[in-house]
């Protein structure tokens, strides 16, 4: 049942790993097209790698917390490998934690950068309808595969509360 379980986890686990993990390639995508000009991706749009742009400070934390969310993906992922979950509990959650919600934030606020780094101000609505400058995949796909991420590092974030529920569902029994 526990070798079970583990499985569980570290299939989970190496789910969120790898969507955070494209999460983090995509961000180097086409995101942002502007007529006349060259398409930029999200970490150009945080390093402000374009004439018009300066770096943002907002944005290249949202891509510092992607890459911290990786890292600490890969490092359960390694974990559940090597350990068994009894011998790492507080690890797998704390490290899950970090990495489900790290991704979530970055992922959103990469997301955002279109707005955060002011670029819909300087283009107009009409613009957008028109098709002279707008959004494209890699906008789309990053915050799709951290949300996805998000979900799949759930499991081994309760890690904790579903042993100490267990516990006192077996205190329930044998006080009855």
Same mark, same amino acid.
């Given at each position: ?9 570290? @299939? ?72 068994? *979950?009894?011998?790492?509990? *507080? ?44 959004? *494209? ?8 595969? @951290? ?24 205190? *329930?029994? @044998?006080?009855?």
């Amino acid at each position: 049942m526990k070798i079970k379980e583990n499985l569980k986890l570290f @299939a989970f686990e190496s789910s969120a790993f790898i969507c955070g993990l494209l999460a983090l390639i995509f961000s180097f995508t086409p995101a942002y097209f502007e007529a006349d000009k060259p398409d930029l991706s999200l970490f150009q749009l945080a390093f402000g790698m374009s004439d018009s742009l300066s770096p943002n400070f907002i944005l290249i934390m949202a891509f510092i917390l992607v890459v911290i969310a990786v890292i600490c993906g890969l490092a359960l992922v390694v974990l559940l490998a090597i350990k068994p *979950k009894e011998k790492i509990e *507080k690890i797998t959650t704390i490290l899950a934690i970090v990495s489900g919600l790290f991704i979530l934030i970055g992922g959103i606020l990469l997301a955002c950068g279109l707005f955060i780094q002011g670029l819909t101000e300087s283009n107009s609505t009409l613009g957008f309808t028109q098709g002279n400058w707008g959004i *494209k995949a890699g906008n789309i796909v990053v915050p799709i595969l @951290a949300l996805i991420s998000f979900i799949l590092s759930y499991p081994c974030a309760l890690v904790i509360l579903k042993r100490k529920d267990s516990e006192d569902k077996a205190l *329930k029994v @044998a006080k009855k």
